[in-house]
């Protein structure tokens, strides 16, 4: 049998794995010490909890399959549904409740290089909060792992779809076509300004005045600093009650940022971005890096009316998600993924047979002081049981021989430079340690 | 629309993820000190690549279904399977390969009381080595786990079905018949050894000598100790080469588990263990604790001829899983679980929104002291938000008001006792470290 693994689907091989397992850990971090607390949902829910809540284009890309001759059920396809009904289901959750969630997702897209069929997102939501310090907060979030990931050029670009409906209806799009706009702005960064118009023709909504408003604030928004930016987007929405209380709650993002002494260059206030679902409210955000060009590496919004989907009672919601992958991409792209770094710290030949318990008892020794030991299955030759350290890149290898052990000292080898020398049994936890210490 | 989970499946809200997080990572920290590394495979697998691998009962529980009409897929049945494809299909990794691999695995199973239909299985294998001192390691890496995990009464019992094999022969069973007779043999422990006697007449496999043998094994095995046990056996195969093989395998088991200091009392050499699969070549193995009753809580064995199904080249192979579900409720019913504890250290109350700046900035700074902090997003009353605090546990609050703040100061409320005290903000990232420690 040829072993295949399904096409748009990953084996992570132990380098890679480590390379992810820091970044979650380093998210976990974070996300921890602003008081989000875990949680878990099935990789399957009933189909029909999923269908309709992504667009047509998303209920297509949904894996779905019949449950033993039972009802239809479908593999996740994001992190935020299954919050909504899992919020939705137990009251007694108190609020606000603040939760991380990194698992992974499927879509059953056609697989191209860097788009698979299952991927890891890493999701933050607050529900239950109305005050745009939450919606702040996540931001704050976003840029402190960004900060603790290393990664140097990247923007988190904020918007409000009450500003984007204020500007739309002061510039004559009908309420009822308010989505269709927003799906053409929302490709701007794709097809340019005359892509989104020309899309905005063909569906009959770019009037001149339309067309002339949105070439000088494409032309403004992105070059203004924050508070100018903030006073255009002020001027934009004059007379539109809504409009107003989107700029005031940018106010209020703004003043987390600050006071959390977010870096000024990775944020900006940015009238062009529209994301993607319908079932944003209030502000929304997505973070691109300036190089490599990789697309959105986060993504999230306020969604208020989306949990009452699934319940009687509604709860104001907001959130962001990381996308695992392509933080993972753009670190290997920029060299900042770590180099080998293997987990065993040392391993022990194996001499003979008769030497096995030795070697057994000095492992548990460096085991029980926390060093990461591999005791070497059989009495190979020497050289091919160094040979398997240097080719799993082992730092150290402790070598026992009987006349070594009858002296009650043994033998370590820095694979590294290839010196050695012998030390007493009872010593080589502590050598082992100073070396981690002064490599 | 009501909001449903499937059935057989479960979300996980905090409070249960905490305890499940922390046995994870009390599995990895142990895996790694032995050398292990991460592996990660899809949920996803061809239907193929698992069928015909788990016996008629194992297929019909394998989730399938079409992707997007290409080929049919499944949802991993366990880690082992995949584990076999991706050493097959990567001849590059060097042996011997010690992974770890904690993930869901999925069964349409009926759902019942603790019985789920997507559940954490938490499995180490070593590929590569045929030496038992491999074997013997995996046990010790058991008993490392269960005893730092606070497990007491648990016995690690320990067969090989080459003696199985050999008393089997030795004993009139027909070398075709031989699944069938472990497959009854199995069933001891459910069925007591009449129930087992009953199976065998009914397969037409019970002679007046296999009764005897057998009724005079179990009496026996289970009572003597290591050293007599092994010699019971070694009586058994007396004739029978593969037989006699098996037992010089567990002794180098046996003197693994001494190196490392294994309580005897936690281990036994149990004839009557057989095991479900078929795949076994040489030790199995699985851990039962004696109270609550809950069937076994590890299991596994050795699979020479795996691996070998997908690929030309073979590999010797040795693997155990924990099943993380019954390890949590054995911690749950033995009350070993942790108490109600909160991610969230300190709250930082909200007095009014002209001092959410200074909110933010003390929040920062408690962050930056590794402190998990929360600041309170609305301006509620006082009391409002000391109840937040107060049901989610979290044991101190900070509260600012203008006053203190013109000082420089901030008022800490102990929960848990309800004192409070005033002191300087620079002071309060240390003092909450010093409470931590002396609580």
Redesign the interface.
Known sequence: ???????G??????ER??L??RLMATMTDVF???????????????A??LLGKYGEEGDRLI?K????G??M?A?RYDLTIPLS??V???PE??K?F??YHIA?V?R?DKPQKGRF??FYQCDID?IG???M??DG?LLVITYTVLKELGFKNFIIRINNRKILNAFAVNNGIPEDRLPDFLRSLDKLDKTGLEGVFAELTEKGLLSDRLRSSLASLTAEGAAADHEACIALLDGLVQGHALGQEGVAELRTIH??L????VDPACYRFDFTLARGLDYYTGPIFETIVTEPKIGSITGGGRYDNLIG???KETFPATGTSFGLERLITIMEELGSAEAKH???QV?ITQFDREL??R???I??ML?DA??????Y??PDKLKKQLT?AS??AIPFVAILGPDEDSAGKITVKNMSNGTQETLLQTELAAWLHAQHRNP
Chains 1, 2 share one sequence.
């Open positions: 049998m040829d072993p295949q693994i399904p096409k689907f990953r084996d992570f091989l132990p794995m480590r992810r397992k921890e010490r602003f008081g989000f607390e875990p949680l878990d949902t099935p990789c399957l829910e009933y029909e909890t894996y399959f019949q449950d033993r039972e009802r059920v593999l009904r899992v939705a289901m137990h959750i108190i606000p603040k939760r992974p499927w059953a069929r299952e607050i909060a109305t005050s310090y939450a907060e003043e987390t600050k006071g959390h002494d989907l699934f319940s293997p987990v065993t391993l096995m318990p070697n057994l008892r492992a548990r085991r926390g060093i990461n030991t591999e005791v299955f059989s398997y080719h799993k």
